[in-house]
T-cell receptor, first 116, second 118 residues
Framework: AQKVTQAQTEISVVEKEDVTLDCVYETRDTTYYLFWYKQPPSGELVFLIR??????QNEISGRYSWNFQKSTSSFNFTITASQVVDSAVYFC?????????????FGTGTRLQVTL | GAGVSQSPSNKVTEKGKDVELRCDPISGHTALYWYRQSLGQGLEFLIYFQGNSAPDKSGLPSDRFSAERTGGSVSTLTIQRTQQEDSAVYLCASSLRWGLAEGKDTQYFGPGTRLTVL
């Protein structure tokens, strides 16, 4: 069975602070994909990044960066110089290569509150 | 281009009534998924369709739930004899194709339908 754990339920930071959202996953699949989605107050899930299990290169996109470490089964997400518009719930998700390959297993989400 | 659309955005119904929720995927996307988001259960997979293949119904919580996809495009999720525990946001997503094809299985979500069962 697949499992995604986001231990941080809620994080509050002041604008311009850096913040890291943790994601730990469990899977028996040899090939799998990891995702991050953002859910702003409007409710729509917005795709942020997709990462495959055989590519451990970290990725940076503007103020966002992702650190994938297979050895610790973690896929953490860092926002640099946070802004109020970053306030949202962030979900980490996993899909594998057995059974229903494209079915996403989500973590419980981390609510990020960025204040002035 | 247009994203995934869902209707209605909100639905209030009485316990025991049937409801239908609609999803229009992104044009050209062959895979379509339904998820449910509730306070107690988080985001959970319900069902997915890929082209003309038989759907994967492994996430449907009971036989009161069913879904169909007509013409490989629009999908309808039907909940019969609704119960209060069915209250949730029902999210639809689509992807270009299914499986772990590089980048083509990324799921894009619609705005959801908020269902309230009184």
């Amino acid at each position: 069975a697949q499992k995604v754990t986001q231990a941080q339920t809620e994080i509050s930071v002041v604008e311009k602070e850096d913040v890291t959202l943790d994601c730990v996953y469990e899977t028996r699949d040899t090939t799998y994909y990891l995702f991050w989605y953002k859910q702003p107050p409007s409710g729509e899930l917005v795709f942020l990044i997709r990462r495959n299990s055989f590519d451990e290169q970290n990725e940076i996109s503007g103020r966002y960066s992702w650190n994938f470490q297979k050895s610790t089964s973690s896929f953490n997400f860092t926002i640099t110089a946070s802004q109020v518009v970053d306030s949202a719930v962030y979900f980490c998700a996993l899909s594998g290569n057995t059974g229903t390959a494209s079915k996403l297993t989500f973590g419980t989400g981390t609510r990020l509150q960025v204040t002035l | 281009g247009a994203g995934v659309s869902q209707s209605p955005s909100n639905k209030v119904t009485e316990k025991g009534k049937d409801v239908e929720l609609r999803c229009d995927p992104i044009s050209g996307h062959t895979a379509l998924y339904w998820y449910r988001q509730s306070l107690g259960q988080g985001l959970e997979f319900l069902i997915y369709f890929q082209g003309n293949s038989a759907p994967d119904k492994s996430g449907l919580p009971s036989d009161r739930f069913s879904a169909e996809r007509t013409g490989g495009s629009v999908s309808t999720l039907t909940i019969q004899r609704t119960q209060q525990e069915d209250s949730a946001v029902y999210l639809c997503a689509s992807s270009l194709r299914w499986g772990l094809a590089e980048g083509k299985d990324t799921q894009y979500f619609g705005p959801g339908t908020r269902l309230t069962v009184l």
